[in-house]
């Protein structure tokens, strides 16, 4: 295990840490998603941003994580990548 890894799993055992990780890891999964599925059907971040009614730098943004997206943007995206948005709740 490398130092970052190490160190994550440490940090982890802090509460605090531990929950704002797990808020971060979602919206790095829907990210990752969005990337993987633009890239997966060949278009561009200027493409999807047409097809979503937005700008190539909101998607930009996005795509680095630096910009929250909304429910109602990420419909758009998804729309414009021609998927479906499915939101489970599980208990824990």
Do not use: C
Not at 18 to 27: C, F, H, K, M, P
């Amino acid at each position: 295990m490398d130092d970052l890894n190490r160190h994550i799993e440490d940090s982890l055992k802090e509460p605090a840490f531990a929950e704002a990780w797990a808020e971060s890891e979602l919206a790095h999964e829907i990210t990752r998603q969005i990337i993987a599925l633009r890239l997966q059907r060949g278009l561009t971040q200027q493409e999807v941003a047409s097809r979503a009614g937005t700008t190539q730098s909101v998607i930009a943004r996005i795509e680095n994580g630096e910009q929250n997206i909304s429910i109602k943007t990420l419909n758009k995206i998804a729309h414009a990548l021609k998927a479906n948005v499915r939101i489970d709740l599980l208990p824990r």
